[in-house]
């Protein structure tokens, strides 16, 4: 079979591949069970759903699916200008928040640039620069944190972009408002820093930096609709930022990609603020009952700022993991991120932990 590595690019034959957390179906088909009886807490996404008015505006705008969307994602541009206080210029739209960081690296990064993120970051940082021919410079963690002075000593004059999710996935671990406005304003202006607030709906008195932005910082902050707001299905996200930067990442982005469902169910869930405040209630609760009863079988886990937990299995964790597959429950490993005695598990509802809890216990694990 021909593999047509002789033709494509050095960085393509080196990349490393993205790995999702498993399908429902997949393990259904793997395990022989029933995927009702399958519980996915592998993706942090949101276990309440959709809100009912983003899935009915969803269904509506599906009618319509044989027109091109708005290229410009007019109304959902306006209505995201308002509730943030910002200008419409000021915001770019992408296929989920990866996008967004894909637009980054089209725009800046090239053989030779050099890009600052941690060492156990979302790794779509990694895999983005990587893809471009740039270099990531992978700074360790400080007890499971960013090391936001760490970022700043590895900043070169090769530097181009610096990554800082807030909170981290996979730890779940946040750095302070103040310390994170005092590197983003200590970075010199060849440099662009990405914040990643994939998490901050669910993060309590989440640090804003849009005074930076209005200072003139060189700075892009990204959100998604992946994740408090259910709809990690239809693909939407955003970044917000100077208008001058957001006009060149506008260059790199393809036409149209934004679909129409998608931007009608992400304008609809803006205003379905019960629901949000229903699953940030979900997931503190749901958060304390799974830390609770993970330590009461002996298990440690991160404190966490987002909607999963880093749990430290020890030299088990990939039995637990393999365990809880047989069992109908997919969690994440998180070997590739260099943390192999971990496990990231989802906040659930109720049941799925209860559930989760039950075959831990009866596995008699160590
Ligand atoms: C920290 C972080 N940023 C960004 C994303 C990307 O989300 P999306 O592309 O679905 O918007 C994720 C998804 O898991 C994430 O954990």
Redesign the pocket.
């Known amino acids: 079979m021909k593999t047509y590595q002789h033709l494509c690019k050095d960085a393509i034959r080196s990349l490393p591949v993205y790995e999702p957390g498993k399908p429902i179906e997949l393990v259904a088909r793997e395990y022989g069970l029933d995927p009702e009886r399958v519980d996915k807490l592998a993706?942090?996404e949101n276990p309440l759903g959709p809100s009912p008015m983003a899935l009915a505006a969803a269904r509506r705008a599906a009618a319509e699916t044989w027109l091109y969307p708005e290229n410009s994602c007019y109304w959902l541009r306006h209505k995201l200008a308002d509730r943030l206080n910002v200008g419409p210029d000021q915001l770019i739209f992408g296929a989920?928040?990866?996008e967004v960081f894909y637009l980054l690296a089209d725009v800046f990064v090239a053989a030779g640039v050099e890009v600052v993120m941690g060492e156990s970051a979302?790794i779509?940082y990694k895999i983005s620069t990587l893809l471009h021919g740039g270099t990531p410079v992978e700074v360790p963690l400080r007890e499971l944190r960013h090391n936001l002075d760490a970022m700043r000593g590895a900043v070169t004059e090769r530097t181009r972009l610096v990554y800082l999710?807030n909170p981290?996935?996979p730890t779940g671990t946040a750095n302070a408002a103040d310390e994170v406005i005092a590197f983003v304003r200590s970075l010199p202006e060849h440099v662009v820093c990405c914040y990643?607030e994939?998490?901050a709906e669910y993060q309590e008195a989440a640090p804003d930096l849009r005074p930076l932005i209005a200072e003139g910082r060189q700075l892009i902050c990204?959100r998604?609709f992946?994740k408090i707001y259910g709809l990690?299905g239809l693909?939407i996200?955003y970044g917000y930022g100077c208008p001058a930067l957001v006009a060149l990442l506008e260059r790199a982005r393809p036409p149209f990609n934004v679909g129409n469902v998608a931007q009608a169910a992400a304008l609809a869930a803006l205003d379905d603020t019960g629901f949000v405040e229903r699953s940030r209630r979900g997931n503190i609760e749901g958060m304390r009952y799974l830390a609770a009863g993970l330590e009461r079988l002996g298990f440690t886990s991160v404190p966490s700022c987002g909607n999963f937990i880093l749990v430290d299995f020890g030299a088990k964790a990939q039995d637990v993991f393999e365990t809880l597959l047989q069992n109908g429950i997919i969690v994440r490993p998180v070997a590739g991120y260099d943390l192999p005695q971990y496990l990231r598990i989802t906040v659930g509802r109720p049941e799925q932990h209860d559930r989760l809890l039950g075959v831990l216990e009866r596995s008699a694990l160590p």
């Open positions: 993706s942090n989920g928040s990866n979302f779509s999710p981290n996935n990643d994939a998490y990204t998604t992946s990690a693909r996200g």
